[in-house]
Nanobody, 126 residues
Framework: EVQLVESGGGLVQAGGSLRLSCATS????????IAWFRQAPGKEREGVSC????????YYEDSVKGRFTVSRERAKNTLTLQMNSLKPEDTAVYYC???????????????????WGQGTQVTVSS
């Protein structure tokens, strides 16, 4: 059974940093794409970053490029999202997601994901 559990959200001032973690189980990173999404109040859910393929090639939504870094740690089956230079517009519930995908795919932010975590709130004050 695939399970995803996020942690690390909180309240931070603009310009600050947060590190989100997603503890995963039930699958191997080689066979799955994994991603971070977020949903702000009154807005649609949007993809933030994803990794796909055996080597975990990373992709980012334009507004977070240069500020966010996604990584995966095989030994701990953990996905992380390091968020720096946070802005009030980054405020949202952040979700970890996974789906089976054997090959690297640059469109991994635009595909449907089958498994989701419960989400963690990130609030950035101005």
């Amino acid at each position: 059974e695939v399970q995803l559990v996020e942690s690390g959200g909180g309240l931070v001032q603009a310009g600050g940093s947060l590190r989100l973690s997603c503890a995963t189980s039930g699958f191997t990173f080689d066979d799955y794409a994994i991603a971070w999404f977020r949903q702000a109040p009154g807005k649609e859910r949007e993809g933030v970053s994803c990794l796909s393929g055996r080597y975990g090639t990373t992709y980012y939504e334009d507004s977070v490029k240069g500020r966010f870094t996604v990584s995966r740690e095989r030994a701990k089956n953990t996905l992380t999202l390091q968020m720096n230079s946070l802005k009030p517009e980054d405020t949202a519930v952040y979700y970890c997601a996974a789906r089976r995908l054997y090959d690297n795919y640059s469109g991994c932010l635009r595909i449907r994901y089958d498994y989701w975590g419960q989400g963690t709130q990130v609030t950035v004050s101005s």
